[in-house]
């Protein structure tokens, strides 16, 4: 056994979306599961109300019921039985019910404390607990991208409208229905408004969503990228910096955003595409009378700090070697040097 370089390996995703009731869950995760491609399987624990969006979606229905209700094998046996079938995606609407629907984890602690344990139902979770691991086990070691809805416990809170002045009840979710740290279990999480259906990730391993969306088919379309963007060799890398410094260089901005010395463009670096940012930067700081040395010592600083940890697109050394590029593309006699090569 020896320790390796690590890689990225995610070939599915695994993502909840929690909301209050009217939030729009269920419409969010077919519309993701539209962007993902593939077939698409649906459990529907919720009446049916999955096949409602069937003239705007295509995707196939779990019919058979468990007599017991929704305990962790009901789960379980959906999820193999969609790989067996070849689907792409399984929509599970709605995870809630593994924990406090008919037959899930709290009604089955109840009936085993009763029945095993006279009365103690927290020794039940000795026997219920174990069951309950296995199923997200499954869920994170199948194949298959698993989108799983979670109701949100909901509650009310006045709000005032500046226009009118008027204050109304507004119904706003709280904690997702499940046991507690099951959305450390997911890749991705988002939490839906019930009011705007807008989105917030309050999990987020890919880094595609720092900002709240309104999920719709672009919103799959984009996490299906990231599932298949192959890792990036040092040399492709330095390659597409150097592309992107000679390329997208112009007399005037790249983009019309404002000059921020020093570790303040972190925050710019972490929400824009970084080449562009950095090339417009450069020219924005330029115009306004700072000197190309300045500018790269600033980068090199920057590159002390924890900001190559918020670079989705380029290394350090990339950062380094672009701004090296415009320095050289502004004072056409320096000589280029590799990142490897600066002082």
């Known amino acids: 056994m020896a320790f390796t370089k690590a890689t990225k390996q995610a070939t599915s995703i695994k993502l909840a979306i929690s909301g209050p009731s009217g939030a729009g869950k269920t419409y969010s995760a077919l519309l993701i599961a539209k962007g ?10 919720e009446g049916g109300s999955a096949s409602l969006y069937a003239d705007f979606f295509d995707f196939d229905t779990w019919d058979e019921l468990d007599p017991h209700g929704f305990p962790p094998e009901y789960f379980i046996r959906v999820i193999k039985a969609a790989e067996e079938a070849g689907y792409s995606n399984l929509i599970i ?7 406090n629907g008919r037959g899930g984890c709290l009604e089955l602690a109840d009936a085993i404390g009763r029945a095993k344990y006279k009365g103690n139902t927290w020794a039940a ?5 174990p069951r309950h691991t296995k199923l997200v ?16 416990k909901s509650d009310y809170v006045i709000t005032k409208d500046e226009k009118t002045g008027k204050s109304t009840p507004q119904k706003v979710g709280l904690a997702a229905i499940q046991r507690d740290g099951m959305d450390y279990e997911f890749t991705l999480m988002f939490e839906l408004d019930r009011d705007s259906h807008i989105a917030v990730a309050g999990k987020d391993r890919t880094h595609l969503f720092s900002d709240p969306v309104l999920i719709s088919e672009a919103t799959g379309q984009r996490i299906a990228q990231w599932l298949t963007q192959p890792r990036k060799s040092d040399d492709e890398r ?7 410094a000679f390329q997208l260089h112009s007399p005037t901005p790249a983009k019309p955003l404002p000059a921020v010395p020093g570790v303040q463009t972190v925050a710019a670096v972490k929400k824009t595409d970084p080449r ?21 010592k600033d980068y090199a600083d920057i590159l002390k700090t ?31 040097k590799r990142p490897t090569e600066q002082a």
């Not at 993902?36 to 624990?45: F, I, N």
């Not at 499954?138 to 194949?143: A, E, G, S, V, Y």
Request: with cysteine; hydrophobic share 40%; net charge negative.
């Open 306 to 336: 924890d900001a190559q940890r918020h670079v989705s697109e380029l290394s350090a050394a990339d950062v380094k070697y672009v701004a090296t590029e415009l320095f050289c593309r502004a004072n056409p006699n320096a000589r280029r």
């Open 276 to 296: 562009t940012y950095v090339q417009a930067d450069f020219d924005n700081r330029l115009q306004s009378g700072e000197t190309p040395e300045s500018i790269i």
């Open 238 to 244: 330095y390659e597409r910096a150097a592309n992107a």
């Open 36 to 45: 993902l491609g593939g077939k698409t399987a649906v459990l529907d624990t």
């Open 93 to 99: 609407d709605s995870l809630s019910h593994e924990w």
């Open 137 to 152: 086990e499954t869920i994170l070691n199948t194949r298959l991208n698993i989108l799983a809805t979670m109701r949100a």
């Open 125 to 129: 979770w000795v026997d219920v607990t």
